[in-house]
């Protein structure tokens, strides 16, 4: 009786201590079956771990890689070698979860004719065709107010995109990727299509509903100061085939706001990033 007991808490530990997202040594090749001057290596040797509730970014040239390490990290693409554990779990096994993780690209996916709170519940939907909801509808309604909150969208839960800012329709996106209250949200250059103010305003609004939801976010961007302004940790990438070249550890203080990028030490890791950058062009 006693092993039982103490069975629970164990398994419970082993979770605590693994990472959120571990990339274990993964190289992916385009077309590998195809003649070697069609075939395109893509990423090398990506070894990464990631921590719960940390905010990492990843930075790289153009066609380094990135948008491919973040399809391998929702299972949607498979590693040519090595894997992607999130959770301790291989997202190529079937014990992987999809929900654990939301994905939030650059341009927004809301559908036009669907009101916004009709989009935020899209993925509810299309996951309840494939049997594949835990809850009911009911409280997935409650989950989608509760989001249009958490994303400053209050007031628009009846608004069609189409009446939306930019800005607006991608904190749709967000709540449509926290439907499932993931405990992964990956980003692929959200706010690039975005004007510069827009964009400010989304960081320090992406900040706090990191804060508040304790989420572990892979983020990425080809904004290294949005990365550093963001990020607990920026992994700057070579160009093809994408490795890591460098990371950096971000020790501003939390939580930041308008006068962080104004602050010597941003100055100073922003210039720092910056060379990194240069001298792998
Ligand atoms: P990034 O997001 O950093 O710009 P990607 O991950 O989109 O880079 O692409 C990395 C490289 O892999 C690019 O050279 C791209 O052309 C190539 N690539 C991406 N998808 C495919 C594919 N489906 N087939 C062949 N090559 C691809
Ligand atoms: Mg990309």
Partial sequence: MNNQTNKEPEMKDDTAECSMI?????????????????????????????????????????????????????????????????????????????????????????????????????????????GAIDHDKEYYRDRAEELISLVGLDGFANAYPNELSGGMQQRVTISQALIYNPSVLLMDEPFGSLDAMTKDDLNIELLRIWRETEKTILFITHDLDEAIFLSDRVVVLSPRPGQVAEVIDVDLERPRDEDTRGSERFVELSAKLHQHFKRLQ
Avoid at 25 to 47: F, H, M, N, Q
Avoid at 106 to 123: D, G, S, Y
């Fill in 22 to 130: 571990s990339f274990n040594d993964i190289d992916k090749v385009y077309g590998e079956d195809a003649p070697a001057e069609e075939s395109v290596t893509a990423l090398k040797g990506i070894d990464i771990d990631i921590e719960r509730g940390e905010f990492v970014s990843v930075v790289g040239p153009s066609g380094c890689g990135k948008t491919t390490l973040l399809h391998m990290t929702a299972g949607i693409l498979d590693a040519t070698s090595g894997s992607v554990e999130i959770n301790g779990v291989d997202v190529q096994s079937p014990q992987h979860e999809r929900k654990e993780v939301g994905l939030v690209f650059q341009h927004p996916v809301a559908l036009e004719w669907r009101t916004v709170r009709k989009n935020i519940m899209l993925p509810v939907q299309i996951l309840k065709e494939n």
